[in-house]
Nanobody, 125 residues
């Protein structure tokens, strides 16, 4: 059974940091790109970041998080991380990780093969 489980969400003040984790199982981790997505209340889900499969050589970021968020992967642990620094109230959302053979569709906010259930990030002003 394919599973992706997010953790690390919580409440943080503006300017603070959080590190989200996406633990995976049930598929060949290195064969899949992993993306992070978020959905704020009343808004559509959007792509935040994606890391390519295999050697994890390529990373992609939404303009809104570029320079503040960093995606990384540990193939041995089958886990992907999203380090979020300098958080802003507009980063408040439910954050999801998802797996797909490529990062080709991450920017659409949908279309990935497998999804986690999400973790909530709240940034207070």
């Amino acid at each position: 059974e394919v599973q992706l489980e997010e953790s690390g969400g919580g409440l943080v003040q503006t300017g603070g940091s959080l590190r989200l984790s996406c633990a995976t199982s049930g598929f060949t981790f290195s064969d899949y790109a992993i993306g992070w997505f978020r959905q704020a209340p009343g808004k559509e889900r959007e792509g935040v970041s994606c890391i390519s499969s295999n050697k994890r050589a390529s990373t992609y970021y939404a303009d809104s998080v570029k320079g503040r968020f960093t995606i990384s992967a540990d193939n041995a642990e089958k886990t992907v991380y999203l380090q979020m620094n300098n958080l802003k109230p507009e980063d408040t959302a439910v954050y999801y990780c998802a797996a797909d053979p490529t990062c080709g569709r991450w920017y659409l906010g949908h279309g990935m093969d497998y999804w986690g259930k999400g973790t909530t990030v709240t940034v207070s002003s």
